[in-house]
Nanobody, 118 residues
Framework: QVQLVESGGGLVQAGGSLRLSCAASESIFSINAMSWYRQAPGKERERVAGITSGGSASYADSVKGRFTISKDTNTGYLQMNSLKPEDTAVYYC??????????????WGQGTQVTVSS
């Protein structure tokens, strides 16, 4: 498995924005398909957004219209606007990656904490 690293979380007021990043620990890997997940305290991990290798995006209803998933060659992103307190969670990414024509499955990183205050 390829280790993934999430970053960009922080503490924001309701209505604010954050941009999360997801990158492989080794720069030789490029991202194909990617998903973002979040886990709130005491809750199960849920998928909030995904993007296919071709760039087609999908979202959970709870974040649709507020979050945007995107990717470039080596890094995936989750732009989060109009944040709500219920968005507070640890955010994780996972991805299918490729290096020199060979596909790999990413492994969970440490996640990045997003806290939205009211």
């Amino acid at each position: 498995q390829v280790q993934l690293v999430e970053s960009g979380g922080g503490l924001v007021q309701a209505g604010g924005s954050l941009r999360l990043s997801c990158a492989a620990s080794e720069s030789i890997f490029s991202i194909n398909a990617m998903s973002w997940y979040r886990q709130a305290p005491g809750k199960e991990r849920e998928r909030v957004a995904g993007i296919t290798s071709g760039g087609s995006a999908s979202y959970a209803d709870s974040v649709k219209g507020r979050f945007t998933i995107s990717k470039d060659t080596n890094t995936g992103y989750l732009q989060m606007n109009s944040l709500k307190p219920e968005d507070t969670a640890v955010y994780y990414c996972n991805a299918n990656l490729k290096s020199r024509g060979v596909s790999y499955i990413g492994s969970w990183g440490q996640g990045t904490q997003v806290t939205v205050s009211s």
